[in-house]
């Protein structure tokens, strides 16, 4: 939570004049779209942010009351509150769409670890440089269909312990900026042990995604690969990039575009 705190801050900073429960509802909605939350996930206490952000109970009150209404957010006696759900993702996203499917994330390994040779090279790191590794699953209303595994230097995740949600909402608190992403995509058999993560035959075809980006500088800030199930995800390539669309059965749950 601490990190959303520290994201928090930092957009409410850049917030034209406006109430400041006005401003704290459309920063909260402005995380929800762009996946610093994900469904499912809890928000910060009521009392929490309005002791570190330093705003009234009466108007974090109203900021929640206010994303309820549009259906955000969902609030519970006792429980929390949580992200019901996402009215947009990342980049872009077909508005005429209506999500039918919660989408989640599994972390399956947070740590650091001397970088096998190929991870050393495609990150431009000395041999057997120490980096942060992360794993995790994609789940759509608790079904796995995406299996994530991604490297980055140790200066830009020195702490993956205290990772909680988005990578990249962390990295933005930081003032770590994402740029230059490259893809190679291309299908292959499902091998045992991953079938046994992704609920699939042995066999199966998947979509085998690589990315790299890099910061303003050109220095490499992340390798990850990706593993997608076919049945569930469909890849459309045009001039304006990679989109990618997550389906439920007859249902576009998510479209991204990938610049």
């Known amino acids: 939570m601490n990190d959303f705190i520290a994201w928090l801050h930092q957009q409410l900073a850049q917030r034209v004049a406006a109430p400041r429960y006005i401003q704290l509802a459309a920063t909260i909605e402005m995380a929800i779209k762009q996946q610093v939350l994900a469904v499912k ?12 952000l330093a705003l009234s109970r009466v108007t974090v ?4 009351k206010l994303l309820q209404e549009k259906a955000l957010i969902s609030r519970q006696q006792g429980v929390g509150t949580q992200v019901a759900m996402h009215n947009g993702y990342p980049f872009s996203l077909d508005s005429s769409f209506t999500p039918h499917g919660s989408i989640s994330n599994e972390w399956l390994l947070r740590t650091c670890l001397p970088a096998p040779a190929h991870i050393a090279e495609a990150l ?5 440089a120490v980096v942060t590794k992360l794993r995790r699953l994609r789940l ?4 796995p269909v995406s299996l994530e595994t991604i490297y980055i230097p140790l200066s830009f995740l020195p702490d993956p312990e205290k990772l909680e949600n988005s990578l990249y909402a962390l990295w933005q608190s930081r ?11 291309k299908a292959v058999a499902c ?9 699939v035959n042995k066999g199966t075809p998947l979509l085998h995604i690589l990315q790299t980006s ?10 990850s690969e990706t593993l997608c199930r076919s049945d569930v995800y469909q890849f459309e390539v045009s001039h304006g990039g990679l989109k990618a669309r997550l389906i439920s059965p007859g249902n576009v749950v998510e479209e991204c575009c990938c610049p």
């Open 191 to 199: 091998t045992e042990e991953i079938a046994g993560l992704l609920n």
């Open 214 to 223: 890099r910061n303003a500088l050109g220095k490499m800030l992340e390798f």
């Open 140 to 143: 759509l209303d608790g079904s």
């Open 124 to 128: 431009d790191l000395e041999s057997n």
């Open 175 to 185: 003032n770590i900026v994402p740029e230059g992403k490259h893809f190679q995509l």
């Open 61 to 64: 009150s109203k900021a929640m």
């Open 41 to 52: 996930d809890f928000l910060p206490s009521e009392r929490q942010m309005a002791e570190e």
